[in-house]
């Protein structure tokens, strides 16, 4: 079971940007079971370039519900299963920060990066570079990444299921080569994890 994550923010660094939007979607093997999709309202001022980078505006996330509402209801979705992002690092250290900030415990979910397996299973010089976009385009994904969250979970589920066909076709077929293969590297800021669970 994999729950693909995807997030949008008003920066890059957990300690100090907040969330505005979270989605996901949850598959057994490559079957869809569902999705999960909110905006978020941040608490503070979204950034003129974010907006312009995503859409996503004050206005937009005015009647969005906050962080601590939603991060409950994507952690029910998520639980028992494999959390799966691109740059993983980057979405896990924003969840553990929200999770931080409101008070609430880190799930213990093992982490898949479609970057990292990207690194490892593809040739050097198969793509220009290892961006979602370019990644989803190589793989001919149904849905281009637009940096809104549900589109851009959407394709990292699609890069995922390509990767896990390209393993399955060179004989590696058990979860552990999965998540040796897609292990994240190790974050630059995580905060400290004071209550865990699982």
């Known amino acids: 079971m994999f729950t693909v994550v995807d997030l949008e923010t008003t920066g890059l660094d957990p300690q100090e940007a907040r969330i505005t939007e979270i989605a996901a979607v949850r598959l057994r093997g490559s079957d869809r ?10 608490g503070v001022p979204i ?11 004050d206005d937009l996330v005015a009647d969005a519900p906050p962080l601590r509402l939603v991060l409950p209801a994507f952690t029910r979705f998520a639980e028992d299963a494999i ?7 980057f979405d ?33 010089g198969t793509v220009p570079n290892m961006r979602l976009g370019t990644l989803a385009r190589y793989f001919e994904a149904p849905t281009d990444p637009t940096h809104r969250a549900l589109a851009d979970a ?11 066909g390209r393993m399955h076709a ?8 999965l998540l040796t293969l897609g292990r994240p590297a190790a974050p630059r800021v995580w905060p400290e994890q004071t209550t865990s669970i699982g």
Do not use: Q
């Not at 079971?33 to 941040?42: C, K, R, S």
């Open 170 to 177: 060179s004989g590696r077929h058990e979860l552990s080569d």
């Open 47 to 57: 950034p003129e370039f974010i907006t312009d980078l995503t859409g996503i505006s």
């Open 92 to 124: 896990v250290g924003f969840l553990r920060a929200a999770s931080l900030a409101c008070d609430a415990p880190w799930p213990d979910l093992r982490v898949v990066d479609t970057l990292a397996l990207a690194r490892a299973l593809l040739p050097p």
């Open 83 to 89: 959390l799966v992002a691109h740059n993983a690092p």
């Open 154 to 164: 959407r394709a990292t589920a699609h890069v995922l299921r390509a990767f896990i």
């Open 33 to 42: 079971l569902g999705e999960f999709a909110t905006l978020v309202a941040p």
